[in-house]
């Protein structure tokens, strides 16, 4: 009985596993390189960063991880 | 002080300014920058002086009496009272596994582009190994020493630009955004701090550090070894999280550009340094992050087993100790099932954070009752000075905890 459940028990976690990786696919980086597009071709060298007040929207990039 | 004694205090130092760094402070550090420049910076100073106050009494405590924190704990408030504090840790604790094993597995899933979840078991196992074979002083001292390598956001800090005065200014002053000054921004504000506040003060380093102090013997003679090492190590730790404030902001608040991912972490680095930059931060963040989940896993079990009097101690074989095995071992099982339900690791931090910070006062208000009785402390009891400051932050930490609920409400959920 009780290692019917463990086996059982075991089987879920796998399923779940699994079934959660294959719903996490990273982005192949896509939403980083745009965030890093935009650092260094809008921003120019980092020496010459000066804030710039924060627009009412900015372009969020969300992804699990 | 003889040389011995110096090379330890160093070591402790160094060991504090690495293990005071985890995922919590990568994730809500890098959000406050990006989201409200140096707006949240004050969060820090508040939340370091408040760490530096309870760290030293937690190890005043142990030195004093020579016991346990969880053990007193339950024998001066009685069972049913200690339950309350030892409940809410083993809740965060677990949920602060869960986002540190999380942290790891990130890491190699920057290395390898396969998604984190994969990583998620090994990075566990990883963690399990560690603690079955290594002793205290190996699994304080070499994932800290690694760790160091996050002093890199200090580097990139200095690289943008920064306007120093300004940090300086908004450190001490509480000054709230305009744009963010009334309604929904306004609690979103508000949560942001607490979730700050919240990673710079977890539950789990004050567990950690006053079982730390009793499983390296500290005595009488090293009350200021336990004080230099709050204030010098933690203060620099912050000092590395301001900076992780400040490259955020010049960078993705510069330029209205957000990455709320924590792999988005390592841009400003990677746009600042190059690859120098990314190798530090992978280094450091791996160290940081698999420090914090080992010294997690632990003070899980030295609650438990402090609380009810179960033998402790990870210098302890397997064998000798396995209650105390069994307990590290359940907590990181169920941080591993709670994990590949595929919760986001970075939402999960800042509700984690957060309630870190709710649930605060439950641990330090019995500290600092302990900290003022001489049955325990002897002529180590607090005086005027400590017990100012310490019922200054508990005042500030019961406040967050009435107002944590319902910020996170008015702000939708914590905003971002």
Redesign the interface.
């Known amino acids: 009985m009780g290692r019917t459940l463990t086996v059982l028990l075991t089987v879920a976690?796998l399923a779940?596993?699994i079934?959660?990786?294959a719903?996490?696919?990273?982005a192949?980086?896509s939403?980083?390189q745009t965030?890093?597009h935009?650092?260094?071709t809008?921003?120019g060298p980092?020496?010459?960063?000066?804030?710039?007040p924060?627009?009412?929207s900015?372009?969020?990039?969300?992804?699990?991880? | 002080m003889g040389k011995i004694k110096i090379g330890s205090l160093a070591l402790g130092v160094f060991t504090a300014i690495g293990g005071f760094v985890d995922m919590g402070n990568l994730v809500t550090a890098s959000q406050a920058g990006a989201?409200y420049?140096f707006a949240l910076l004050w969060t820090v100073v508040v939340g370091t002086l408040g760490v530096i106050v309870y760290a030293d009494l937690a190890g005043r405590v142990a030195i004093a009496s020579g016991r346990s924190l969880f053990d007193i704990i339950r024998e001066r408030l009685g069972v049913r009272l200690a339950l309350i504090p030892l409940a809410g840790n083993l809740l965060i604790n677990v949920l602060t596994l869960v986002i540190e094993i999380a942290g790891m597995a990130?890491v190699l899933?920057i290395v390898t582009?396969?998604?984190?979840?994969?990583w998620y078991?090994v990075a566990a196992l990883l963690v399990v190994v560690v603690l079955w074979f290594g002793s205290f002083k190996f699994i304080e001292n070499a994932a800290a020493l690694l760790g160091l390598a996050i002093v890199v956001f200090i580097v990139?800090a200095f690289?943008?630009?920064t306007?120093w005065d300004q940090v300086a200014r908004q450190a001490v002053l509480p000054l709230i955004p305009p744009?963010q000054g009334h309604g929904q921004a306004l609690a979103a504000y508000g949560f942001s701090a607490i979730a700050l506040l919240g990673a710079l003060i977890a539950p789990y380093e004050v567990a950690f550090y006053s079982s730390g102090a009793i499983e390296e013997r500290w005595g009488g003679t090293d009350i200021i070894t336990n004080r230099v090492t709050a204030i010098v190590g933690i203060g620099f730790g912050a000092l590395i999280t301001v900076a992780m404030i400040v490259v955020a902001?010049?960078?993705?608040?510069?330029?209205?550009?957000?990455?709320?991912?924590?792999?988005?972490i390592r841009?400003?680095l990677?746009?600042?340094l190059g690859k120098v930059g990314l190798g530090a931060f992978l280094i450091g963040a791996f160290a940081t992050t698999a420090g914090a989940a080992l010294e997690t896993a632990l003070a899980t079990a030295y609650s438990l087993c402090q609380f009810f009097g179960w033998d402790w101690g990870q210098d302890h074989n397997p064998q000798h100790a396995p209650t105390f095995t069994l307990w590290y071992l359940l907590a990181i099982l169920a941080a591993v099932?709670i994990a590949?339900?595929?919760i986001?690791?970075?939402r999960l931090t800042i509700y984690t954070t957060a309630l870190g910070a709710f649930a605060l006062p439950f641990t330090f208000a019995p500290l600092l009752i302990i900290a003022n009785d001489s049955r325990y402390m002897g002529d180590q009891r607090n005086g005027r000075l400590a017990n100012i400051a310490g019922v200054f932050f508990l005042v500030v930490l019961t406040i967050i905890t009435v107002i944590t609920i319902p910020l996170f409400i008015m702000s939708g959920g914590g905003g971002g």
């Open positions: 976690l779940l596993w079934t959660s990786i719903h996490n696919q990273p192949v980086g939403d980083e965030v890093l935009q650092l260094t809008v921003a980092p020496s010459t960063v000066t804030p710039t924060l627009p009412s900015p372009t969020a990039t969300r992804s699990a991880g | 989201q420049r990130l899933q582009g396969l998604t984190y979840l994969v078991p990139a690289k943008l630009a306007p744009d902001a010049q960078t993705f608040y510069a330029h209205g550009v957000q990455s709320q991912t924590f792999v988005g841009l400003p990677v746009y600042t099932i590949i339900t595929g986001d690791p970075v």
